[in-house]
């Protein structure tokens, strides 16, 4: 029997996954991308995962960003939000015509190099940059969100560099990701990467979105502002190092 993409076995693999993955999500506002993709690709190739967390990503998108939806901080969205769609449309043609792990060495070893720096400085004491930062930042998150399914980690130290507070951090960051799911989901529409069996096994793997995203919104209200800045670093150096060791 398959499930989509999946067999019976493969999936109990890939459900666990994307609990973990999506716990993770709940918890810190991002994160459910990069892991999800970085383990489901063990079995399946990335052409079809990509779009298959790119799915489920937008389902706890539009979760996440209705129940946080008064905390988005907009004065933020103006650079960010415009250079991350620019983004959005490079890394969507790189994953069509291009090796994607040939072109994002380079940003692994920039967020190895901010999270190193970030621990070094103490996340509380990081110089708080203007919102220009966000048109460069912005658009690097957009080309790996395209490549590797979500998880904007130059997003992620723009938010922390501009000192939001957690709650604050996971709202504005789903502003982001539903602009993606939209973005994102076009591309892969006329790109031709989206497809039936694409949208069957995104389906069976929704259940674990949806307990990995109430298992972590549970946590999210339980951990201080120290803590949660130095669990964003650690997700951080994990997507760094998976852009550096594919």
């Known amino acids: 029997m398959h499930l989509g993409y999946l067999s019976i076995d493969s999936y109990l693999i890939a459900f666990l996954i994307v609990l973990a993955a999506f716990a993770i ?37 539009l979760a996440l960003g209705s129940y946080d939806f008064k905390e988005i901080r907009w004065q933020e969205m103006p650079w960010l939000w415009i250079f991350t769609i620019f983004g959005l449309i490079v890394g969507a ?27 070094v400085t103490k996340p509380e004491r990081l110089p708080q940059v203007s919102r220009v930062w966000g048109a460069p930042l912005g658009f ?14 130059s997003i992620v130290a723009y ?12 709202a504005s960051f789903q502003f ?3 602009t993606d799911s939209i973005v994102r ?3 892969y529409f006329l790109l031709g990467l989206l497809g039936a069996k694409t949208v069957v096994t995104s ?35 994990f997507a760094g190092i998976k852009l550096v060791i594919p």
């Open 93 to 119: 043609w790189i994953l069509k015509t291009l090796p994607a792990q040939s072109v994002t060495v380079l940003l692994g070893v920039f967020i190895l190099l901010y999270v190193i720096y970030a621990i």
């Open 185 to 187: 989901g076009s591309l």
């Open 176 to 178: 982001i990701a539903i």
């Open 25 to 61: 999500r709940g918890m810190l506002g991002f994160g459910s991308g990069l892991i999800s993709v970085s383990l489901l690709i063990f079995f399946l190739p990335i052409k079809e995962v990509v779009p298959i967390v790119f799915l489920l990503d937008g389902v706890a998108s």
């Open 159 to 170: 938010f922390q560099m501009r000192h939001l507070d957690k709650r604050a951090f996971r």
């Open 140 to 153: 690097l998150g957009g080309v790996i969100g395209s490549l590797y399914g979500g998880g904007g980690p």
């Open 203 to 237: 389906a069976w793997l929704v259940p674990a979105v949806a307990i990995g995203l109430i298992g972590g919104n549970f946590l999210h209200f339980r951990i201080d502002a120290r803590r949660f800045q130095y669990l964003v670093l650690l997700v951080l150096a």
